[in-house]
Structure formats: C-alpha cells, structure tokens
C-alpha cells in the first residue's frame, strides 16, 4: 500500500459515511447532523454549557458554521446565548430543556445510522485499531499549539 492510502479512505470514508448518517437522520425526522454534532457537545460539557470558542475547537462536523448553527438552534429554542460571567466579551452557548430533548430523540437514531454505516463493517480487531490510529493522529494535533 502507498504511504497516502490511510489517508486517502478516511477521506473518502468520510465522503460516504457522513452524508449517509445525515440521511438517516433527516428520515427519522430529528435534528440535522451538523445541529446534533452541536447539541451533542454541549450536552456532554459541564453544566451543558461552553464558550463559543470552546465550542469551536470540539465540533466535530460544523467547526467552521458554529456560529450559525447556534444561531439556528437558538431560533428553534434548543440553545441559549449567555454572556460569560467572567469575561463578559465571551459568549457561552447553554443548552435547553428543549435540547436536551432533541439530543435525546436523536442519539438512538444517529447511534444506530452509526453502527449500520460504520462499525458493523469493521470486525472488533479491526475497530480497535482503527480508532487507536485515528486518536494517535487527533492526540498529536490537540497537542500542538
């Protein structure tokens, strides 16, 4: 295999998977993925509140469209904007009684999309190995300043 295969089918893995667990999320008629990615995040942090920038830096799908997204969520009521007590220049994205309903709702639909579209696919060895590679990479990167 070249040096660049790893490389090439996480893109292209990527490319397939996402759109399709998307798909599955619009059928079952939850949230859009990029707005669980989102609310997902938020209802795994402290208090299911974080800053804006933090919220940046762990989105995984919608790093770039944060912003938006809470801006869309915060007109459906699943998101609240805050100012930060600390640092009142910082905005802190809370989420809702609604959110967390609308987390819930989804999760059962995106975690089984996931495991049809994904891990199924993969027997337990190969699993493992794949994300103890995939968060060696992630872990280097984190580290990086």
Do not use: C
Not at 48 to 63: H, I, K, N, P, T
């Amino acid at each position: 295999m070249e040096r660049v295969d790893a490389w090439r089918w996480l893109l292209r893995t990527h490319a397939a998977v996402v759109p399709a667990i998307a798909a599955d999320l619009a059928r079952a008629g939850v949230v859009p993925l990029a707005w669980y990615d989102v609310l997902l995040e938020l209802a795994n942090a402290p208090d299911r509140r974080l800053r804006m920038s933090q919220l940046g830096e762990r989105a995984v799908l919608s790093r770039t469209r944060v912003s938006r997204i809470v801006d869309e969520l915060e007109r459906e009521g699943l998101v609240e904007r805050v100012a930060d007590p600390h640092d009142r220049r910082a905005t802190i994205a809370a989420l809702t009684p609604a959110g967390r309903r609308a987390v819930a709702r989804a999760a059962p639909h995106y975690l089984d999309s996931v495991e049809r579209h994904f891990s199924s696919l993969l027997d337990d060895h190969e699993r493992e190995v794949v994300a103890r590679a995939l968060q060696k990479v992630a872990e280097h990167h984190r580290a990086r300043p």
